[in-house]
């Protein structure tokens, strides 16, 4: 029993005793878990230079010669600096690194390094704890769709410390419930339902439902998607005004309309949730930030950029830890019997299914400002009513002007070419990898640098910024009648087993990374690494300190909040 565990009412440990081995056995030691690495955040000042060299080694110093934390006694001027910086480039040997090879549907295959710069190899103890609660031998595959009145849920919740700055992330929402209409509302135009609105390209209504149920829609019909027995599919369509409020929600499965007020609101927008939390946490979240992105950058930049190049010094405090980060995910969230699969009522067929949409419609690499808005969330946008688009396209513009400058000062500096052939192969890999989504990335050119511009910044941004808005789950898994991944007819809550999984899950988004705005003093222009590198992120971090105040005060002028996108909330890389 966990020290968590210890602290059960008689009522919690009945309600316990009656999930399966696998819940019981998270719930011994996920929170306790979640709160140890809640009280030791790693700093910024763990990312140091002379500790980022995975996949090559080398014999001469990091940076002109010697030790990293010894000078040149070769750069005597900077021709001399110069000419000695471009042969040392060279002098860095690739080493094997194993990688995992998943195929996780018809056209998603992962590829997954076995070992993080800062963390080290993917140990066999680390794959067999991770493969153990899949075994259905040990743990057999058992949906537990019990429902307790949520006073028993929540206390449940509560003994085992699934809250708020414990084994939970905090919060920095207020009187976000997602329950009321108005809540609702704010969820898709306010929260990470703004990713599925943006995707609204042209009226999905007709003109008779346009100008009842308003312009804007949110389409997730998953119908089709085969349900394990006791489940319902999560597919819904939400109508919304032009004044951002819910209209109607059309239901695939019942093939009915649902309008405010009348019977079975309440579940269907309790469905309507589901549907949208799930979809954005398998595809937006998992599939394309993780697995997609943010995997195949650090792959790319480890496999074919040498620790000195320009580039890897850009991208190494954006790909911190990401590697421990995805194996775990992709452990967890990806396999059959996996904790994920276990919590959704899909059949893995179906999750499958959802895999292979997520792959084959990623735009994860378009650049955030090139994207097509519908005129009427322009419109909005303008009025300051959809801060996702405005700020997102804020932070972008930042992030661009940060990695153009770095670009043209590696360039004009001795620490080497960003359009070497190292950069292409590290541009091509990533190119390669991401074949048949619904973005293409653009071919190379060596002549014209706004392609590797475009991709190193949409990375940047969607690490930092979109992640943080995707993978901020606190508010909508706080409470079993908020939102669940996975539904039973007729229910306007979770029932226990899927509210604890998602719990479990929802802690492990508590591991922090270090904050965005953070010196990183051992590494940009440390151990021997070029001067400009210091200069170039204390100009972003002025820009990111501006930005951050402008967003605060736009917070206070605007009737409801969005938070997500402040500089100052960001972590420098992917958490799960």
Not at 119 to 145: A, K, M, Q, S
Not at 294 to 321: A, D, E
Not at 383 to 410: C, L, N, S
Not at 553 to 573: A, I
């Amino acid at each position: 029993m966990g020290a968590s565990q210890s602290k059960l009412s008689d009522e919690s440990k009945e309600i316990l005793s009656k999930m399966d081995k696998v819940t019981q056995t998270m719930m011994s030691a996920a929170p306790e878990k979640a709160i140890q690495a809640n009280e030791n955040p790693p700093p910024d000042t763990c990312i140091q230079t002379d500790k980022v060299d995975l996949g090559w080694v080398k014999n001469q110093g990091w940076f002109g010669g010697g030790s990293a934390s010894s000078s040149s006694t070769a750069s005597a001027d900077d021709d001399n600096d110069r000419e000695l910086s471009a042969f040392q480039k060279e002098e860095w040997a690739k080493v094997s690194i194993p990688e995992e090879v998943f195929q996780v549907s018809k056209s998603f295959t992962a590829h997954i390094l076995r070992s993080d710069d800062n963390f080290g190899d993917y140990t066999t103890l680390e794959e067999l704890t991770n493969g153990w609660l899949r075994n259905t031998w040990i743990f057999p595959f058992e949906d537990v769709p019990l429902f307790t009145p949520s006073r028993l849920a929540e206390g449940l919740a509560e003994q085992l410390e699934f809250v708020q700055g414990r084994a939970l992330p905090v919060s920095y929402t207020n009187d976000f419930d997602t329950i009321s209409d108005e809540s609702f509302s704010r969820f898709f135009f306010y929260g990470m339902g703004a990713v599925l609105l943006e995707k609204q390209q042209q009226q999905s209504a007709s003109p008779s439902q346009k100008e009842q149920l308003g312009p804007f829609v949110v389409d997730m019909n998953l119908s089709h998607t085969k349900m394990r027995e006791g489940f319902r599919p999560l597919a819904s369509r939400v109508h919304f005004s032009k004044d951002q409020t819910v209209t109607a929600i059309y239901d695939y499965s019942e093939e009915t309309i649902y309008k405010p007020g009348e019977a079975g609101w309440e579940a269907a927008k309790f469905c309507a949730r589901c549907a949208a939390f799930t979809l954005i946490t398998v595809r937006e979240h998992l599939t394309w930030s993780h697995i997609v992105l943010s995997n195949s950058v650090t792959r790319g930049k480890t496999l074919h950029l040498p620790p000195n190049h320009p580039i890897r010094r850009l991208l190494t405090v954006f790909t911190f830890r990401t590697t421990e980060v995805n194996t775990a995910a992709f452990d967890v969230l990806v396999p059959e019997n996996c904790v994920l699969h276990r919590g959704l009522g899909y059949d893995y067929t179906a999750m499958v299914d959802l895999f292979e949409h997520s792959y084959t419609s990623c735009n994860v690499f378009e650049p955030f400002p090139k994207r097509k808005l519908l005129p009427e969330l322009e419109e909005l946008a303008q009025a300051g009513k959809f801060p996702y688009w405005t700020q997102g396209k804020a932070y972008y513009e930042i992030v661009q002007a940060f990695v153009t400058e770095w670009m043209e000062q590696a360039e004009a500096s001795a620490s080497g070419s960003t359009t070497d052939d190292h950069a292409k192969a590290f541009y091509e890999s990533i190119q390669t990898m991401n074949q048949g989504q619904q973005y293409t990335i653009p071919d190379y050119s060596d002549s014209e640098s706004s392609a590797m511009v475009d991709l190193l910044t949409q990375f940047i941004w969607t690490v930092t910024a979109y992640h943080e808005l995707v993978g901020n789950v606190v508010d909508v898994t706080l409470k079993p009648d908020r939102c669940g991944i996975r539904c039973v007819p007729g229910q306007t809550r979770v029932d226990v087993q899927a509210y604890l999984i998602a719990l479990t899950i929802s802690s492990s988004t508590s591991v922090r990374m270090p904050e965005l705005m953070s010196r990183f003093e051992n590494f940009f222009g440390a151990g021997g690494a070029p001067g400009y590198e210091r200069d170039v992120w204390e100009h972003f971090q002025s820009r990111l300190k501006e930005q951050s105040l402008r967003v605060q005060e736009e917070d206070e002028k605007r009737d409801v909040e969005f938070k997500y996108f402040d500089p100052v909330r960001f972590e420098c890389s992917v958490s799960v």
